[in-house]
């Protein structure tokens, strides 16, 4: 999966407000037809998802997109699948999985329905959500269950589901989700994937708030944020692309390595720090993200 700096949900039958996601500078949306949808447009919504999977797509619009279908346990997975496997969908955004097996059933409906639309083998991506305590529990497992799996979410938040599942109480400074988001991290970076996403962040007004846990969630090794409203989007992209000076730095560094290299050093002093390859391929992996997001 590409880099997403931001990825902006919509609930799935409100057609309009997906031209304002993609207007908000997301780098992915997220059509949802999970909980902001109401269960009597259950139904409804879905046609209304696939329109405009087809119409972002002929407008080629920058943002990737996403569905949030319903669980698997609901009854309704299936339907949702069907409808919104269409040319144009990079992939599902999968809500309260269990168990890897979960997400080798889902794989399997998956496989399917690119064969039967004429999608590329595999183009489908799946985003896991950790929302469940066995989902945690296992999030290793699950991490690597199929090479389908595109990345992870770190979630957190005030009385939702992963709340609930943990019996935690929110706090701003998030000390009471740290483990677990550090085990999902752990548990991304296990399976080579090197984008993981955490969220949400649900006090709308409170951008400071938003920015601080953004902020740390990257320190955390956190490479995007899911948001929940537009205003969120353009301080999640800022604070998730590398700051043009530590590019440089590490530009720098990188050059006065090989030079040092050329002569036989395998080390050398750079700014008064003790620079080695090790310190070179982590700056590499910064630049190698600063090109995939054009900075």
Known sequence: MKPYRSMLFVPGHKASWADKAVASG???VILDLEDSVPVADKAAARGTVRETIGRLREQGVRADVWVR?????TGLFGADAEAVLVPGLAGLFLPKVFTAEDVVRIDAVVSHLEQREGIDAGSVGLFITFETAVSIAHCEEIAQATP???SLLGATGPNADVGRELGFEFTAEGL???YTRSRIVLAARAAGLHHPMTGVWQDIKNLDGFRR???DSRKLGYRGMVCIHPSHVAASNEI?????KTVDHYRRMI?????AEAKGSAAVD??????DIAHVKTAEGVLALADAIGV
């Not at 050059?255 to 030079?259: K, L, Q």
């Not at 750079?270 to 620079?275: A, L, P, R, S």
């Open 148 to 150: 389908r799996v595109a």
């Open 176 to 178: 009471e989700t740290l």
């Open 69 to 73: 279908p319903n669980p698997l346990d």
């Open 270 to 275: 750079f700014e008064g720090q003790h620079i």
């Open 255 to 259: 050059e006065a390595f090989r030079a």
């Open 240 to 244: 998730f692309t590398p700051d043009p």
């Open 213 to 215: 846990f953004a902020e």
């Open 26 to 28: 997301a780098d992915a």
